[in-house]
């Protein structure tokens, strides 16, 4: 079946082809919520409610993106405003007193090291860019659909993302360890 | 061009992102300068870390997960039949049960008032989903996703003055107040309280009540509470009751013997309508 016959079939309300949108494309929007979120359940959470609101809302899609990269916009979207909420509530309750309250994220199942756990201290924005360019392989055409910002700004937004990352890092590359930008003897280039 | 130019086109030219004829002009610099070729070595070591991601299954669970939702939140509009809230000269959880409207259904909830359809959603999903699992880690996400504040119950009643309810130290059965929370349900204030008796959780939510709502998983049982229409959501020994009256729909979440011990409490956190 081809990507328009099963999105018109969704648009159907056909079971079996939304069973099969989400074959082909879970994969990829599970892994985006687990690198974005860093919390299985959550994830897992909120994997639902992409694809709900997908199925819901799939008369809206226009055929211009992949529906891999419109189903990232959503996961996106939805990570980002989870995120928004989780930070809002923990400053709410430490400044109450009850940081308990609301369990940190970032299980120990899922943390990891090195790059990853560098990923995992970006700003949810960035950390989205570059899972989008390096995890799930998007050109910055799509990351910009992704993302619902110009393409031209990729670039310089992906820059930046890579910047904050290696200032977090802090070793492992080589000579250039713990710079953010390279010392170019005078005149050069 | 200088090597700070080359440097913002470093990202681009790894990712293959420019046009040609600056990859060109990249490529040639690149050849000449040691410095931008350990920029770019550095770079693309950090891409090719980046994609190294270790492999994410996707839980089995995930698609039966979608699948009862979309069986189950489909919206169909479930309109009670009104009954007029008898509130005066109440006494006691039988006479209180008579008295209110007990909404029908969970899942979203429209608000009732005449311009219900473009209020925002009361929504419990993610706290019956995850409530086999963890009742305590269900009840957090649900005030997570309410951007929870812990206030006082002095505060609580200040800055919810539209709904009734009550939340004090200690209800029936020897159960302690654990923690009051303001939830935001869109521009409405909602407020939830958290009670522990030796480790048995119960909570209580109060929010603006609804009069249509889009059916949830639960059926439409006898009243658990009293002679009126009402219902309960089980899910395992948890059970959700909701008991209305025309200002707050009061919800008790609990593992109590709903002849018993749940009456007095729903009495007490569920005052008359003022």
Same mark, same amino acid.
């Given at each position: 079946?081809?990507?328009?016959?099963?999105?018109q079939?969704?648009r %159907?309300?056909?079971?079996v082809?939304q069973?099969?949108?989400?074959?082909r494309?879970?994969?990829k929007v599970?892994r985006?919520l687990?690198?974005?979120l860093?919390n299985?359940d959550?994830?897992f959470d909120l994997?639902?409610d992409?694809?709900?609101?997908?199925?819901a809302?799939?008369?809206k #899609?226009d055929g211009?993106s992949?529906?891999?990269?419109?189903?990232?916009?959503i996961?996106?979207?939805e990570a980002?405003?989870?995120l928004?909420?989780?930070?809002i509530a923990?400053?709410?309750?430490?400044?109450?007193?009850v940081a308990?309250?609301?369990?940190?994220?970032?299980?120990?199942a899922?943390?990891?090291?090195?790059v990853e756990?560098s990923?995992?201290?970006?700003?949810?924005?960035?950390?989205?860019?570059?899972l989008l360019r390096y995890?799930e392989?998007?050109?910055?055409r799509? +990351?910009a659909d992704?993302l619902?910002?110009?393409e031209?700004?990729?670039?310089?937004?992906?820059?930046?993302?890579?910047e904050?990352?290696?200032?977090?890092l802090k070793?492992?590359?080589?000579?250039r360890e713990g710079?953010t930008?390279?010392?170019h003897p005078?005149g050069?280039g | 061009?200088?090597?700070?130019e +080359?440097?913002q086109q470093?990202?681009?030219?790894?990712?293959n992102?420019l046009?040609?004829?600056?990859?060109a002009?990249v490529s040639?610099h690149?050849?000449?300068?040691?410095t931008?070729?350990?920029?770019?070595?550095? @770079?693309?070591r950090?891409?090719?870390q980046l994609?190294r991601?270790?492999s994410?299954?996707?839980?089995?669970?995930?698609w039966?997960?979608i699948e009862?939702?979309?069986d189950?939140?489909?919206?169909?509009v479930?309109?009670p $039949? $009104?009954?007029e809230?008898?509130?005066a000269?109440?006494?006691?959880? @039988?006479a209180l049960?008579?008295a209110? +409207?007990?909404?029908v259904?969970l899942?979203?909830?429209?608000?009732?008032?005449s311009?219900?359809?473009a209020q925002?959603?009361?929504?419990f999903?993610?706290?019956?989903?995850?409530? $086999?699992?963890?009742?305590h880690?269900?009840?957090?996400k649900?005030?997570?996703l309410y951007d929870a504040?812990?206030v006082?119950p002095?505060?609580?009643r200040r800055h919810?003055?539209e709904?009734?309810?009550d939340?004090?130290t200690t209800l029936p059965?020897?159960f302690?107040?654990?923690?009051?929370y303001?939830?935001? #349900?869109g521009?409405r204030?909602?407020?939830a309280?958290?009670?522990?008796?030796n480790?048995e959780f119960l909570a209580? +939510?109060f929010h603006?009540?609804v009069r249509?709502?889009?059916?949830?998983?639960?059926?439409?049982l006898?009243c658990?509470?009293g %002679?009126h229409r009402g219902?309960?959501v089980?899910?395992?020994?948890?059970?959700?009751?909701h008991?209305t009256d $025309?200002?707050?729909?009061?919800?008790?979440?609990?593992?109590?013997?709903?002849q018993?011990?749940?009456?007095?409490?729903?009495?007490?956190?569920?005052?008359p309508a003022?």
């Amino acid at each position: 079946m081809t990507e328009k016959d099963l999105i018109q079939r969704c648009r %159907q309300g056909d079971r079996v082809a939304q069973r099969e949108l989400y074959e082909r494309t879970s994969p990829k929007v599970y892994r985006l919520l687990v690198r974005m979120l860093r919390n299985t359940d959550d994830a897992f959470d909120l994997a639902q409610d992409v694809y709900l609101k997908a199925f819901a809302q799939i008369d809206k #899609f226009d055929g211009r993106s992949a529906i891999a990269t419109w189903l990232y916009r959503i996961a996106v979207n939805e990570a980002l405003q989870f995120l928004r909420r989780v930070n809002i509530a923990r400053e709410r309750l430490q400044q109450m007193g009850v940081a308990a309250t609301v369990e940190p994220h970032g299980n120990g199942a899922d943390a990891r090291l090195d790059v990853e756990g560098s990923l995992a201290t970006v700003a949810p924005t960035d950390r989205a860019l570059l899972l989008l360019r390096y995890q799930e392989g998007l050109d910055y055409r799509s +990351i910009a659909d992704a993302l619902g910002c110009a393409e031209g700004t990729v670039a310089s937004r992906l820059n930046r993302a890579r910047e904050r990352l290696r200032v977090l890092l802090k070793g492992g590359y080589g000579n250039r360890e713990g710079t953010t930008s390279p010392m170019h003897p005078k005149g050069s280039g | 061009m200088r090597c700070e130019e +080359i440097r913002q086109q470093l990202g681009p030219y790894l990712d293959n992102e420019l046009p040609s004829g600056v990859e060109a002009l990249v490529s040639a610099h690149l050849e000449a300068c040691k410095t931008c070729r350990l920029e770019s070595a550095a @770079l693309n070591r950090l891409a090719s870390q980046l994609e190294r991601a270790p492999s994410v299954p996707v839980p089995d669970a995930l698609w039966n997960s979608i699948e009862h939702r979309l069986d189950t939140e489909s919206p169909r509009v479930v309109t009670p $039949p $009104p009954i007029e809230p008898v509130w005066a000269g109440r006494r006691g959880p @039988l006479a209180l049960a008579a008295a209110v +409207i007990l909404a029908v259904g969970l899942g979203t909830m429209g608000l009732m008032s005449s311009e219900s359809h473009a209020q925002p959603s009361v929504s419990f999903c993610v706290l019956l989903d995850a409530l $086999p699992l963890d009742a305590h880690k269900a009840f957090r996400k649900f005030l997570v996703l309410y951007d929870a504040k812990q206030v006082t119950p002095v505060e609580a009643r200040r800055h919810a003055p539209e709904l009734s309810f009550d939340t004090p130290t200690t209800l029936p059965g020897g159960f302690r107040l654990q923690g009051v929370y303001l939830l935001r #349900f869109g521009e409405r204030p909602g407020i939830a309280a958290r009670y522990d008796r030796n480790g048995e959780f119960l909570a209580a +939510i109060f929010h603006t009540p609804v009069r249509q709502e889009h059916h949830g998983t639960h059926k439409d049982l006898p009243c658990v509470v009293g %002679q009126h229409r009402g219902h309960k959501v089980q899910v395992g020994d948890w059970k959700l009751v909701h008991l209305t009256d $025309p200002t707050t729909c009061h919800c008790v979440l609990s593992r109590l013997d709903e002849q018993s011990e749940l009456p007095s409490i729903m009495a007490v956190v569920a005052p008359p309508a003022r």
